[in-house]
Each structure stands twice: as C-alpha cells, then as structure tokens.
C-alpha cells in the first residue's frame, strides 16, 4: 500500500472517528442514515483523488487499512459501494 492510501485511511479514520462505537458494536450496518452519512464523509475524502481509487476493490482496501472498520469485511463491502456510486454521481456518471 503506497503512501496516499495511508494517508487516506488515517484521514478516514480521523474524519469518522464518532462512528468508532457504531462500528465496533455492528449497528452500523443495520442504522441506514449513519451508515450513508459515514459513506458520504468518505467520498468528500476520497472526491480530490477519485480518478486513482476507481475501483471498488481499490476502494476496499483502503477502507481496510483504517484502524475503525479493520476485520469488518461486510461493512468494508458495503461502504466501497456506497463511495463508489457517490463518487461515480459527483462525476456525472450516475
């Protein structure tokens, strides 16, 4: 992992550090409004650098570095794909 990934999953963590309750607990995944906020904070981290984590594996991977979603591969899952169609949408291809 290169160097703007880890700065993309400390920026993560840092950002999304109020969620750290709901994601240790798995209530997360369950409450849709945190969970699509928590995706939204993201991709404003993620929109600069898009074009290079236009994947959703890309994505996954990041996501796994950060301290608050590691070993939670379903909410890692589903937080790629709600970043991706996000950032996908402020391109203008949603």
Known sequence: MGVLEKQLALAIDRRLAVFTGKVRDGSLLTDEMQLRS????????????????????RLQEVLGATQVFTGNAPLIEKLATLVY??????????
């Open 38 to 57: 928590a995706a939204y904070l993201i991709s404003e981290i993620m929109l600069p650098c898009c074009c290079m984590m236009s994947n959703k594996t």
């Open 85 to 94: 169609d996000d950032l996908a949408r402020c391109n203008g291809l949603g």
